[in-house]
């Protein structure tokens, strides 16, 4: 059964994440909100490393909703081609983009209902976009912040949603650092295969379940 942190022990992993985390940001690149809610679609099972390499040559082609609302999508598929899923990716971005010149103006919608209509948008999408554009105050979970959150004891929970809403329960507050930190934490630190339990992790004597995944 998993052990689960007190109280006392989510306090201190808070203060720990927002003191060496507090100005992280997304390692996305992007100059607009256009170009993140991209970004962040092509990051869905890619890494920001990949999607970095890719939207240059994507955005000077398409550098707004108008001009990818007007694509054609096996040149879009060319440009995302080294991506993950990058058929399906094309044509959402471009049903995406379709949308937002049809039903606001050609400005992308900063409200969480109204993002999750576009085509290739969720939840998660939605909240890293928020989080990172507005600070606002929401978790987004993904493979990282998951791993981290069952590693601490923050959940237990089998699905993503459900954890989601354990760590909103958890933190209550300043969740846009805590989602940035816990992504930069997992992706460097307590990554999946090999975590650097002994020599970088700063949350050493917090953690619930080291051994066994130092095991695995």
């Given at each position: ?67 990818l ?60 976009v ?5 600070h606002?105050?929401?978790?987004a ?14 959940s ?53 379940t ?7």
């Open positions: 059964m998993a052990i689960l942190a007190t109280k006392e022990e989510i306090e201190e992993i808070k203060r720990r994440f927002i003191e060496r985390y507090r100005d992280a940001k997304t390692e996305l690149h992007y100059k607009n909100l256009y170009e993140l809610l991209v970004s962040v679609m092509l990051s869905a099972q890619c890494t920001d490393k990949r999607v970095n390499l890719i939207t240059p040559a994507l955005f000077a082609k398409y550098p707004s909703p108008k001009e609302a007007e694509a054609n999508i096996d040149e879009v598929k060319e440009l995302i081609k080294t991506c993950s899923f990058f058929n399906n990716k094309a044509e959402n971005l471009i049903k995406m983009a379709k949308s937002v010149m049809e039903n606001y103006d050609g400005e992308i919608p900063l409200d969480e209902k109204e993002l999750v209509k576009l085509a290739g948008v969720g939840q998660k999408t939605a909240h890293v928020m989080i990172e554009y507005t606002a105050n929401l978790m979970v993904d493979t990282h912040v998951f791993r981290v959150a069952h590693r601490l004891g923050l237990d929970a089998k699905t993503v949603k459900k954890t989601e809403e354990d760590l909103v329960k958890a933190f209550k507050d300043n969740l846009y650092i805590l989602h940035q930190a816990m992504v930069l934490f997992g992706r460097y630190i307590c990554t999946a295969k090999n975590p650097k339990c002994d020599t970088e992790c700063f949350m050493t004597d917090l953690c619930k080291k051994e066994s995944f130092k095991a695995g």
